[in-house]
């Protein structure tokens, strides 16, 4: 019994820890300009890079906010930003999950979002 759960909870970190941080070439002039509309951040050229890596285009961009995501297990330190971007005609979020640099982390779609193509 001790085993079974030691293996279940040895998935689960499996699958909630993020992977290896991506580089991802410039976003296009057109993207940059579709979510600086929305919101001014640090990290806006990566979250930007990461929609075009996607698949999305600048026209498809409804919104972007910016959320600090404290999830360390020392309370209150920041690990970094994710980026709630809304997409026209979806319902929910493209998440792209940030480090503390700017560093993509990953990005999940939530809601009935659909993400073009997988980073």
Do not use: W
């Amino acid at each position: 019994m001790v085993r079974a759960t030691f293996v279940s909870v040895v998935s689960l970190l499996a699958v909630a820890l993020p992977a290896a941080a991506r580089s991802l070439p410039p976003a296009r002039p057109e993207m940059l300009a579709a979510v600086q509309k929305f919101v001014q951040h640090n990290c806006l050229p990566q979250a930007a890079a990461a929609l075009d890596a996607m698949g999305f285009e600048p026209g498809q961009i409804a919104g972007i906010a910016f959320y600090v995501n404290s999830t360390s297990a020392d309370v209150g330190r920041s690990v970094g930003v994710d980026a709630y971007v809304k997409i026209q005609g979806q319902n929910g979020s493209v998440v792209i999950q940030h480090r503390q640099g700017c560093e993509i982390g990953g990005a999940y779609g939530s809601g009935s979002v659909r993400i073009p193509r997988r980073l």
